[in-house]
Structures are given as structure tokens and as C-alpha cells.
């Protein structure tokens, strides 16, 4: 599977941004941010039918994804944006969804894509 994402950019806090993942076929999609000199981070992930989601606490009523099957498309619609927001954020894909938390795990991922580079101003 080839993964693309985009919708990154600098912006002022408090504002919104909608990343994309274009994925073709119906795997399950992560999307990970990764902070200058920061580990790797869950933020939330989506079924590959769609349907079923998974958000990381922290970013849980500001951070949403969804997916569009029809246009092989996920998002990542991110509101309220903080300055510790900023990241590159990338998406990745897994041929199955998994339970019991694995999902938020980089490792399960078979497939990643190039990052977006999202930069939240004070």
C-alpha cells in the first residue's frame, strides 16, 4: 500500500488544520506526530472499514479521524491547536485492525508514509 500525506503548514494556536493520508485499499490507518527530539507518538487510528476509531487520551476532543473509502482518503481534522502540537505527523497502514491497544504501537505498522510537517505558533 502507498500512503501520502498532506495538509500540513504553520499556523497560530487555537486554529484548525485537516491532514490527509491517501491509502489505497481498505487497511487500518495510524497517524503519529513526531516532536524535535521526541519519540514517535500515537494520535489516533481508524479501522480499515471505517467505523471503528481510536484516539490518543491527550489529543481526545480536539483530534478526530475519519475516512472517505470512496477517495481512499483518511484525515486527521485537528482543532484548538497548541504550540505543543507541533510535529511532523505521519500516517502509516496495517492489513488488520488489532485489539487490545496494539494499534497505537509504530511497530504493528507494516507501511508508513512520508510525514507533514504541522507547526503551531504561540
Known amino acids: 500500500v502507498q500512503l501520502q500525506a498532506s495538509g500540513g503548514g504553520m499556523v497560530q494556536a487555537g486554529a484548525s488544520l485537516r491532514l490527509s493520508c491517501i491509502a489505497s485499499?481498505?487497511?487500518?490507518v495510524g497517524w503519529f506526530r513526531q516532536g524535535s527530539g521526541k519519540e514517535r507518538e500515537f494520535v489516533a487510528a481508524?479501522?480499515?472499514?471505517?467505523?471503528?476509531?481510536l484516539h490518543a487520551d491527550s489529543m481526545k476532543g480536539r483530534f478526530a479521524i475519519s475516512r472517505d473509502n470512496a477517495k481512499n482518503t483518511v484525515y486527521l481534522q485537528m482543532n484548538s491547536l497548541k504550540p505543543e502540537d507541533t510535529a511532523v505527523y505521519y500516517c502509516?497502514?496495517?492489513?488488520?485492525w488489532g485489539v487490545g491497544g496494539i494499534m497505537t504501537r509504530p511497530s504493528v505498522y507494516e507501511n508508513w508514509g512520508q510525514g507533514t510537517e504541522v507547526t503551531v505558533s504561540s
Open positions: 502509516a497502514a496495517r492489513q488488520n
Open positions: 485499499g481498505r487497511y487500518a
Open positions: 481508524i479501522r480499515g472499514r471505517g467505523g471503528t476509531t
